[in-house]
């Protein structure tokens, strides 16, 4: 059994920031690949930033510049520090592991809610 644990989700205005944390824990012998992704009401859940066991990343084009993912492999343990967010931002947030280089997600969090008010 795996389980994903997400914190730091919430209410904040426009232009604020947020620190989201998902602590993977259970029977996993390693983690490829841990990252977030998001939901809009209405909408399809899309990646939001990915990071690697070496420490590569990628980020959709709309969030560049905005927000950071970072891993703590000794803990499985993956942030999301999100700044100058948008109304757009809003949605729920969820974690999501790869156990190999496969793209595929193996592992969901139950998903924490974002919402910016404008």
């Known amino acids: 059994q795996v389980q994903l644990v997400e914190s730091g989700g919430g209410l904040v205005q426009a232009g604020g920031s947020l620190r989201l944390s998902c602590a993977a824990s259970?029977?996993?012998?390693?983690?490829?690949?841990m990252g977030w992704y998001r939901q809009a009401p209405g909408k399809q859940r899309e990646l939001v930033a990915r990071?690697?066991?070496?420490?590569?990343?990628n980020y959709a084009d709309f969030v560049k510049g905005r927000f950071a993912i970072s891993r703590d492999n000794a803990k499985n343990t993956v942030y999301l520090q999100m700044n100058s967010l948008k109304p757009e931002d809003t949605a729920v947030y969820y974690c999501?592991?790869?156990?190999?280089?496969?793209?595929?997600?193996?592992?969901w969090g139950q998903g924490t809610q974002v919402t910016v008010s404008s």
């Open positions: 999501g592991i790869d156990l190999h280089p496969w793209l595929k997600v193996d592992y």
């Open positions: 990071i690697t066991n070496g420490g590569s990343t």
């Open positions: 259970g029977s996993i012998l390693s983690i490829y690949a």
